[in-house]
């Protein structure tokens, strides 16, 4: 690919030392010389384009400083970015935010990608050691300078992104807990500059002898161009963007990617250009160095004009400023961990000694004092001439650490490892600047770099436990510079975030801090404090755990608290609450949106619907609202095919109508249909769940539980009860607990006294062959106890008799499995039975002995009372005989018939008259059986 | 020298490659080192095109380099180093390569045990001798830690945590006075370290809890952690290594198909995330499965192989070994043995075939045999 008129130009002799180098390295040198000679090609091009190319990389002290030279020196008119095109807008938003903050672009309605690949996000990091910043900052704060951004769109980024890419970024213990601040977006960078084969990156750090990519660069790289001029650091990025390029899987996805990237970028420049009629002279372009080595056919002001831009998805895309972190740039980009600090002490250190002036946003939350952007004017472009060869024939300049910075470092060091639990001391010190020295020495090196540092702290002070939550790593990482953490400013944030720090502020607390804040609210003597309680309520909704945490107080159905704590640190969670501002304008609004979605999503149940219902109660309070989406729940509950359900929909229909029958005059009309369909409902489906195997007898219960708990309502709203007899007749089923619950129903139907079910308990437990399965029928009676409270006597009967007959070998191994069914499925039943046991059994020893069950009581009750029936005789029978006139009007009032039973002698008058004739017997029975009388 | 040795010391079997490399070696040397701090290095790791050197040294400890870095640098510095790691992550092979690469002398060894004593790390008398001529410095018997001293060379003490807290304390004052006093002689009853001396100390990250180190000791020791290796790439290779020179010792010619290494390394690798993921004692492997604990499966199978088998190294042979060596506790290994092969093994052998359906046969067998 060399362009013909490059063999004449500055880089010839380069050209022709690197071929004599491959022909006397390599063999076959056919394919290394064209990779060297390419290599200089390429550097030979960018920097002959007539638009100025300048190549950054991401992270980059040294990029962003000969970027700040440049721009003084030149003062474009116009800066081409290579940053998604879309986000432009948001840059304005920087000067509100604290670096590093992320742009974002954010949907979540998608309209040509896969449904159910949503939410998609972009987030794009921005520091402030970085190249991008200065021309953000110098574009802004320069009256007439245009800032245009070329590269793809958000919604392309995912157009084109493999779909076995996605990233999972999750804060891991190297990274820290700051790490997932991105979430799970997709990151994008300006510069990305990395080797493309892992065996080249494996080599680089095996003979660099370093462990980590960002070390390399460090070393290798950013240090020996800290000062470098500018042509020197123009070419030695191309020559690198060129080398991984040329080194880089030919047939890669990546590459494409990158390549159509390119030509979008080079399109939107020539439009740009021939729409303003700016002077390419007067323009600047700033993209990775990969890309200012591209050669792909729309390179350059001369290149092809075929390109044409694909259209976006009609997917709606959100923008916003979400807080971002080096650990989280450094767990999205798979950097070394403390690498970005480290680029940012650095810059820190190259700007305090005036290594440049840097540019900065006016109004920059920071500690920094801004400074005043001013300086000379245009620099005429020179004539290119040749820097690699110095560059390249030079060992590299280590810098490092001078003397005193690393021995602040020690002693600085050893004082937060104190801090942190480490018995570390001024021998410590001592030994981790000798060991940094001497591992600096081993590699290679003049002074120590801030990596060796972080190893001979390690090796010294490090044992075999880590006392406190940080290592000695990580305290490295901290001290130099430490994980910044970026915010985004209150001006910056979508409106519902504005809106919540506004109706927060009763509170009275610095809720921009990102420590965790805590809020005490006495309701009763704060009446004003209350629409902030209630809005927490709500973000603890919406928000992610530890968002908003209650400490004390509560907030469900007809539940009010009078005192309230909580816990507070959206500091932390900005980015939580911003993106709820994607979805809305106030909270409340996305509430109801988040409700509406649950009840209309295709897994929609009833219980979810009734969930909702109630959600809408306790925080929106709105009838219309709550009116809708009952509605939707009786639409549900008559679609349903199974009442896996059913236990929950009890549960939660039961409180709904509790608490509107004391907070409404009347119920909504949602829930009288509710119960209407409901009961047609379970009825039909009765007698299926009765014999289906899937159907849990939990679910029996709840459906029994509905059916007769809200029996009245139901037939004072035109159900009938025939339909509920109908549909226990039609039931048969066979598994033992389901025969107890039909039982149960049948007796609170009337279909089943009660005698007769302790007759067939009673034969159950005598019949040997089914007694194992006794048990089963056990736990069918405690859930029919939901549905039939008045069944509960019984139930403690049933399980005392157990207990007294069932042979051992089937008790024992069972009552285990009666403890957890009971605290599992039937928690609220337990109180109720052991209040049951309590009344039936004694309280005392003494009782005990002499105790008689109330069962066998009645059994033998009737024994004793068993003679003929009360005969129409006795003084009661008399007086009514000697005056008849009072029932007989009775009588007569009720349209009784007949008359007065005739006073005819007794059945046995004749055993009487025997008796009277001869007495004599039976007063010898007398004397005998009452010797007394 | 080498051959009448069951196992000769890293300086006496890699004298070769230590006399070349202490003739080129052109590095400032600290104190009494034999050789610079990068030549060390070089010994442990290897040599690379790039070092230019004219002959190739191999690799003989494969971890990463940072942590071999760390080592010397602590030996070159006032403190003493204390390797710590999991059972057989090669600590102690380290530790010889360092001293015969620093001294020439890795066998100034003292080995912790619960009955180690004072005597043992400073000094103890010849009794008789005593009897006969009194207290001298000639009927003194020195340790293996004094003699390290005297001649200003590296000491090593194997298993630090496993000999009790006094004994260790007694290096205490060694490694910070660098000097042993002996009351019992009237003159010349100091012994002081010469340039050089340090020690190098093991420890057993599993024995943690049972002697631990003193505040005042572990601050005169440099903590370097060894990890066990993970990486397949570097254990297949100290795999080979090991066992090459294993089979030299036993002037064994045996073959170790790439496969069945494969297998080998696999069903470690699926045995240790099994470790990781279980939740109790039970559920988990006594074994540490290290990598010395391969190689010890390894040599066991070639072994077996060349005294009763064919001398061809077979899966069946190895899955015997694999098992043997990892059931150590009734039921509980062998049920856990008996889990990985039929869940892992079996739909292994089914689908990519190969050696799999034998090492399969010859695991069953095994564990039958044992259950």
Redo the contacts between chains.
């Keep these: 690919m060399s362009s013909p008129g490059a063999v004449e130009g500055p880089f010839a002799a380069l050209r022709e030392q690197l071929l004599d180098a491959a022909a006397a390295f390599a063999g076959a040198p056919a394919s290394l010389s064209e990779i060297l000679a390419g290599l200089v090609d390429d550097v030979d091009r960018a920097l002959r384009e007539q638009l100025e190319i300048f190549p950054v990389c991401h992270h980059s002290p040294a990029s962003a400083l000969a970027m700040a030279r440049r721009l003084r020196e030149k003062r474009p008119e116009v800066v081409y970015l290579e940053l998604c095109e879309d986000l432009r807008p948001l840059l304005d938003e920087l000067r509100n935010c604290r670096l590093p903050v992320a742009l974002q672009a954010f949907a979540t309605e998608l309209d040509g990608f896969p449904a159910g690949s949503g939410p998609l996000s972009v987030v794009a990091p921005i520091t402030e050691a970085s190249a991008e910043y200065q021309v953000i900052a110098y574009a802004l704060e320069t009256p007439g300078v245009e800032l245009v951004l070329v590269d793809r769109s958000a919604d392309h980024v995912f157009q084109w992104l493999d779909k076995d890419e996605q990233p999972v970024i999750q804060a891991d213990s190297e990274h820290g807990e700051d790490a997932a601040l991105h979430g799970d977006a997709v990151g994008i960078e300006i510069g990305d500059l990395r080797p493309r084969f892992a065996e080249l990156e494996a080599h680089l750090l095996h003979h660099g002898k370093v462990r980590h990519w960002s070390e390399w660069w460090d070393q290798y790289v950013e240090r020996p161009l800290l000062d470098a001029d500018h042509d020197t650091y123009r070419q030695v990025m191309v020559l690198i963007g060129s080398l991984f390029r040329r080194l880089a899987p030919e047939r890669g996805d990546r590459l494409a990617r990158d390549e159509e990237r390119e030509r979008h970028m080079w399109t939107r420049i020539r439009e740009h250009l021939s729409t303003s009629g700016a002077d390419p002279g007067r323009c600047m372009y700033v993209c990775g160095a990969f890309h200012a080595a591209s050669r792909v056919e729309e390179f350059g002001l001369a290149g092809s004009d075929t390109y044409a831009v694909t259209p976006r998805t009609g997917t709606r895309w959100l923008y916003g400023l979400i807080p971002s972190s080096h650990s989280a740039i450094e767990a999205q980009f798979g950097l070394a961990s403390g690498s970005v600090s480290i680029a940012a002490a650095t810059w820190a250190k190259a700007v305090s000694r005036g290594g440049a002036r840097p540019y900065r946003l006016e109004g920059q939350q920071s500690k920094a004092k801004p400074k005043k952007a001013a300086g000379p004017g245009l620099a005429a472009p020179g004539p290119v001439a040749d820097r690699l060869s110095g560059f390249l024939s030079k060992p590299p300049e280590l810098g490092g650490l001078d003397e005193d910075e690393l021995l602040g470092w020690c002693v600085d060091l050893v004082r937060l490892a104190r801090r942190n639990g480490y018995l570390s001391s001024t021998a410590d010190a001592i030994a981790v600047y000798e060991t940094s020295i001497l591992l600096a020495g081993m590699r290679d090196r003049a002074r120590p770099t801030p990596y060796d540092f972080q190893d001979a702290a390690v090796t010294c002070i490090e044992k075999d436990v880590v006392p406190g939550r940080r290592d000695v790593r990580h305290l490295c990482e901290i001290l130099l510079g430490g994980d910044r953490i970026g915010q985004v400013g209150y001006a910056s944030m979508p409106p519902l975030a504005r809106d919540v720090y506004d109706r927060l502020e009763p509170l009275g607390l610095d809720l921009h801090k990102r420590t965790v804040q805590r809020a005490l609210m006495n309701l009763d003597a704060d009446p004003h404090l209350a629409p902030c309680s209630h809005l927490l309520w709500m973000l603890r909704y919406l928000l992610p755990d530890g968002a908003v945490r209650p400490i004390m107080g509560t907030r469900r159905l007809g539940e009010r608290s009078i005192q309230e704590s909580w816990d507070l640190s959206l500091g932390q969670h900005q980015r939580s609450l911003i993106e709820l501002g994607y979805e809305g304008v106030t909270v409340e609004q996305v509430l109801e949106r988040r409700l509406r979605r649950a009840v209309w999503h295709p897994r929609a149940t009833a219980a979810t619907a009734l969930e909702a219902v109630e959600d809408s109660i306790v925080f929106l309070g709105s009838r219309r609202f709550t009116d809708e989406l009952g509605a939707r729940a009786v639409e549900l509950l008559s679609a349903e095919r199974t009442v896996d359900d059913a236990p929950e929909v009890l549960r939660r229909m039961r409180r709904l109508l509790a608490h509107f029958r004391a907070a409404e005059p009347e119920l909504p009309a949602w829930c009288e249909a509710f119960v209407t369909t409901g009961y047609a409902h379970y009825c039909t489906l009765l007698p299926t769940a009765f014999v289906a195997e899937d159907t849990g007898v939990r679910q029996v219960g709840a459906m029994l539980g509905f059916l007769f708990s809200m029996e009245g309502l139901a037939l004072s709203l035109g159900c009938d009860r025939a339909q509920l007899e109908l549909a226990v007749q039609q039931s048969h089923p066979q598994a033992p607990a389901k025969v107890a619950l039909l039982w149960a129903a049948q007796s609170q139907l009337g279909l089943l006294p009660l005698a007769a079910l302790r007759e067939r308990c009673d034969e159950l437990l005598a019949n040997p062959l089914v007694v194992p399965s006794f048990p089963l029928y056990i736990s069918g009676f405690v859930q029919a106890l939901e549905s039939v409270p008045a069944l509960t006597p019984f139930v403690v009967e049933v399980i005392s008799k157990a207990f007294g007959r069932l042979p051992d070998a089937v008790l024992l191994p069972w009552l285990p499995k009666l403890i957890t069914t009971l605290r599992d499925q039937a928690r609220e039943l337990v109180p109720v039975l052991v209040r049951e046991a309590g009344r039936t059994f004694p309280a005392g020893l003494v009782e005990l002995d002499a105790w008689v069950p109330p069962w066998e009581r009645r059994a033998a009750a009737p024994a004793a009372a068993g003679g003929p029936g009360a005969a129409a005789s006795g003084p009661v029978a008399e007086l009514l005989r000697a005056h008849p006139d009072t029932c007989d009007a009775v009588a007569a009032l009720l349209g009784c018939a007949g008359g007065w039973q005739a006073d005819e002698p007794p059945a046995y008058a004749e055993a009487v008259a025997l008796l009277a004739r001869h007495p004599e017997t039976a007063l010898a029975v007398a004397a005998l059986v009452a010797p007394t009388g | 020298m080498t051959d009448e040795m069951l196992r000769a010391p890293a300086e006496v079997k890699y004298a070769d490659e230590l006399d070349w490399l202490e003739s080129v070696d052109d590095g400032p040397k600290p104190f009494s080192w034999r050789l610079s701090?990068?030549m060390v290095?070089l010994f442990v790791l290897g040599s690379?095109r790039?070092d230019g050197l004219d002959r190739e040294i191999k690799q003989k400890w494969f971890g990463?380099?940072?942590f071999v870095?760390?080592a010397?640098?602590?030996l070159?510095?006032?403190?003493g180093l204390l390797l710590?790691g999991d059972p057989g992550t090669g600590k102690s092979w380290l530790a010889e390569l360092l001293s015969a690469a620093i001294s020439r002398n890795s066998t100034l060894v003292v080995q912790g045990t619960a009955g180690t004593t004072e005597d043992h790390i400073k000094y103890s008398w010849n009794v008789s001798m005593v009897i006969a001529k009194g207290q001298s410095r000639e009927s003194m018997i020195p340790s293996p830690i004094m003699t390290a001293m005297e001649q200003g060379v590296i000491g090593r003490f194997e298993e630090l945590t496993r000999s009790t807290s006094d004994v260790q304390d007694a290096l205490i004052s060694i490694l910070s006075e660098k000097y042993v006093s002996i009351p019992e002689l009237d003159d010349d009853n100091v012994v002081f370290a010469k340039p050089g001396f340090s020690i190098i100390a093991t420890?057993n990250?599993r024995d943690?809890g049972v002697n631990d180190?003193s505040?005042a000791l572990?601050?005169r020791f440099?903590?370097?952690?060894i990890p066990v290796v993970t990486n397949k790439k570097s254990e297949a290779e100290i795999v080979r290594f090991r066992t090459t020179e294993l089979l030299r010792r036993h002037r064994i010619e045996l073959d170790v198909p790439p496969t069945l290494l494969d297998i080998l390394l696999q069903s470690f690798a699926d045995l240790r995330a099994a470790s990781e993921s279980a939740s109790s004692d039970d559920e988990r492997l006594e074994s540490a499965l290290s990598t010395a604990e391969q190689i010890g499966v390894l040599e066991d199978a070639i072994l077996h192989s060349h005294f009763f088998g064919d001398r061809t190294l077979r899966a069946q042979t190895l899955a015997g070994s694999l098992v043997g060596s990892l059931a150590r506790r009734s039921p509980e290994d062998l049920a856990i043995l008996n889990k990985y092969w039929h869940g892992v093994v079996e739909p292994r052998s089914k689908k990519d075939g190969g050696q799999w359906p034998d090492f399969l046969e010859g695991g069953r067998q095994a564990i039958a045999t044992l259950s």
């Design positions: 701090p990068r290095r690379e790039s990463d380099r940072s870095e760390r010397i640098v602590t070159a510095s006032d403190r710590i420890a990250s943690r180190l505040s572990k601050r440099n903590f370097v952690r």
